[in-house]
């Protein structure tokens, strides 16, 4: 099969190659997905530069989330999934081969149904983000008639977020940091959305959000402390998923304690399989009862040409998902 890897981090031009590497088989408990696409996520592209990640494995696919069909499945499967089209997730954890390729063995449970209304494409923009704004918001308890705020409401996790917490019954407050960003939440539902380089955002954000704020869906605890401790409502919780440029910072406990806030990390990886089953199933319901949801393309890039696809990540411009085609012949014809 063809596939792209790196053998050492680094630059994505300087350490990921493209060739072909054999074809994968199915273990016990697995299915083997012909993939069609392949998401670049941040966490990614942090892994394969070196980026709070080592190099767990001698040769690493990158890339964990994708979407295709299923052809062959090993024992313990049932045969019924053969032909079943699918998006997955967590590719690239716990083992060394991801999506960047044409095909990728994984463990059934990884590869959920993909309705007929969603292409490929939108399909391996779920995964991870998708899942993360699915915890972030419903992990503890409901938020029916909640104000949310989503910090980042133009990105991948964020633009989730506020589909899912309107899904849910939420009023949302969304901050972004372009008018074009801003159009970008405000399509996915936000109720208010606030440009927060602006130099009243707090003000707004706290005028928007009325009693203040319940529960905080957050892509950087660190630069958004200040925000979110000034328009969180007593016992709020707040959740946050990502790290920006500044990893470590200063977190004013007193204001915490006498709020009574909830400061929760979330990391997928360290959660249990349990816990993200049932965020799963949860977003295959939402799929189900919203084929109008939005699943952003950014933009799309061939399977040789996944180095591009990483740096379009890392240039932090992109308004939803960079997708890679995992068929060059296709991609070419």
């Not at 007929?116 to 409901?142: K, N, R, W």
């Not at 799963?280 to 009862?289: A, F, N, P, T």
Request: proline share 5%.
């Amino acid at each position: 099969m063809k596939a792209v890897w790196y053998e050492k981090q680094g630059p994505a031009r300087e350490v990921l190659q493209y060739g072909e590497m054999p074809t994968p088989a199915p273990g016990r408990g697995e299915v083997r997905v012909r993939l069609s696409a392949s998401a670049v996520n941040p966490a990614d592209a942090n892994r394969r530069a070196g980026r709070l990640h080592g190099m767990d494995y001698p040769r690493i696919v990158p890339n964990s989330d994708g979407a295709g069909v299923i052809d062959a499945v090993g024992e313990g499967v049932s045969a019924s999934r053969v032909g079943q089209r699918v998006w997955i997730y967590f590719g690239q954890r716990g083992r060394p081969f991801g999506t960047a390729a044409e095909y990728i063995c994984l463990p059934e449970e990884l590869a959920s149904a993909l309705p007929a209304h969603v292409s490929d494409e939108q399909g391996a923009c779920l995964g991870i983000p998708c899942m993360t704004a699915y915890l972030a918001l419903f992990d503890s308890g409901p938020i029916d008639g909640a104000t949310v705020l989503v910090t980042g409401g133009a990105g991948a996790v964020g633009h989730y977020a506020i589909q899912l917490a309107k899904w849910a019954g939420a009023f949302v407050v969304a901050t972004v940091s372009s008018p074009a960003k801003a159009d970008h939440a405000k399509s996915a539902g936000a109720d208010a959305v606030v440009d927060y380089t602006a130099s009243l955002a707090q003000e707004q954000v706290r005028l928007a959000a009325r009693k203040g704020v319940q529960r905080i869906v957050d892509v950087d605890a660190v630069a958004n402390t200040e925000l979110v401790l000034n328009v969180a409502a007593e016992g709020a919780t707040w959740v946050t998923y990502a790290l920006g440029v500044q990893p470590v910072g200063a977190l004013p406990m007193a204001r915490v304690i006498r709020n009574n806030l909830r400061l929760q990390g979330l990391y997928l990886s360290g959660l249990s399989a349990e816990r993200r089953r049932k965020a799963q199933l949860g977003v295959c319901r939402w799929m189900e009862e919203n084929p109008q949801a939005l699943h952003t393309v950014d933009s799309t890039f061939a399977l040789h040409d996944t180095a591009r696809a990483h740096e379009a990540v890392e240039a932090k411009t992109k308004v939803g998902t960079v997708v890679v085609r995992c068929n060059d012949a296709a991609a070419l014809a």
